[in-house]
């Protein structure tokens, strides 16, 4: 039995890229406890790596460990400026708005300075952005700090994450696939992306246009699951065809 446990863990690993402990549990029909166990095993034997509340295939790496924040934001940062300046249109004074850790979102929190708005981030950069901004209420979740990618990652953040329900959330990604699977690259974020889905009334992908299509080692969600997909003119016309046929509103900044 625990071999074809193991099989199983090892398999949706594979398939999705990463895996939380809670889902492999109902994945498995055992306990928590019973899949840490097998986790440990399985990394001690080479088939899989531990991190932040799950697992990912030994071949996923930590891709901001070889490119930092501050050559993410230097790249086609007119683009995500102007992704910026569409999506604080769309909020009003008043709404309170779950950021997702990037450089876009550090750019959006740049628009927000002044407005009357709640803000909730794990974003150690949306945090340098707002914290002296006495208009804006912000809210920083806990969790393990992530250095090289200014962020809060882990169970205690994707915890606070389930207290919260904001007007928006507004997400980043490493790019949606041409037929709108939303990836990314880092394995602890993940789990923090897919506590954010939930974490909103409407929510809100920010992905500038040479991210359409796009690459990432791990699947985020299917398309589909982010009510809209900001992005620049000039992205993909088939990857936007296929994020409105899996009924996601598509916008144009």
């Given at each position: 039995m625990r071999a074809a446990r193991q099989r199983s863990i090892v398999g949706r690993l594979r398939a999705r890229g990463v895996a939380?402990?809670?889902?492999?549990?109902?994945?498995?029909?055992?306990?928590?406890?019973?899949?840490?166990?097998?986790?440990i095993e399985l990394e001690r034997l080479g088939s899989l790596r531990r991190v932040h509340g799950g697992?990912?295939?030994?071949?996923?790496?930590?891709?901001?460990?070889?490119r930092g924040f501050a050559e993410v934001a230097a790249?086609?940062?007119?683009?995500?400026?102007?992704?910026?300046?569409?999506?604080?249109?769309?909020?009003?004074?008043?709404?309170?708005v779950v950021l997702d850790i990037g450089t876009t979102t550090m750019l959006l929190a740049r628009e927000l300075r002044g407005r009357h708005v709640t803000v909730v981030t794990a974003s150690l950069a949306v945090l340098d952005v707002l914290r002296d901004d006495d208009a804006v209420e912000l809210i920083l979740l806990g969790g393990i700090v992530r250095r090289t990618?200014?962020?809060?990652?882990?169970?205690l953040t994707e915890d606070a994450l389930r207290q919260v329900q904001g007007s928006y959330v507004f997400l980043g990604a490493s790019g949606v696939r041409a037929d709108g699977t939303v990836l990314d690259t880092?394995?602890?974020?993940?789990?923090?992306?897919?506590?954010?889905?939930?974490?909103?009334?409407?929510?809100?992908?920010l992905v500038d246009r040479h991210k359409m299509p796009g690459t990432g080692s791990l699947r985020v969600c299917e398309a589909g699951?982010?009510?809209?997909?900001?992005?620049n003119e000039g992205a993909?016309?088939?990857?936007?065809?296929?994020?409105?046929?899996?009924?996601?509103?598509?916008?144009?900044a």
């Open positions: 939380s402990t809670e889902e492999l549990a109902e994945l498995c029909g055992v306990s928590v406890a019973t899949v840490r166990r097998d986790l697992a990912v295939p030994t071949n996923v790496a930590d891709a901001d460990a070889l790249t086609d940062a007119a683009d995500k400026a102007a992704l910026a300046r569409r999506a604080a249109a769309m909020v009003a004074d008043g709404d309170s990618y200014h962020s809060l990652v882990g169970s880092t394995a602890v974020e993940v789990p923090v992306k897919r506590a954010l889905l939930q974490a909103g009334d409407t929510s809100v992908l699951a982010v009510d809209l997909v900001l992005t993909d016309p088939a990857t936007l065809a296929a994020c409105r046929a899996a009924g996601t509103e598509v916008v144009l």
